[in-house]
């Protein structure tokens, strides 16, 4: 059975809601994303998480 589009929309919808309202956010810096991106190749490379400091 395929569920309804409009309705997974509304409870999409309802969830971003609910969502936004919980967890405060911000735009990224561009030092944020060049950090992630970065962090991103470190993963690659070595197969691991970056140590923490």
Same mark, same amino acid.
């Given at each position: 059975?395929?569920?309804? /589009? &409009? %309705?997974?929309? +509304? ?11 919980? $967890?405060?956010? =911000? /735009? &990224? %810096?561009?030092? +944020? ?11 690659? $490379?070595?197969? =691991? ?5």
């Amino acid at each position: 059975m395929t569920p309804d /589009p &409009a %309705r997974v929309r +509304e409870k999409a919808a309802q969830i971003e809601a609910q969502m936004a309202s919980s $967890v405060p956010s =911000r /735009p &990224a %810096r561009p030092a +944020e994303i060049v950090w992630l991106v970065l962090l991103g190749d470190v993963r690659r $490379v070595t197969g =691991r998480a970056v140590p923490q400091s």
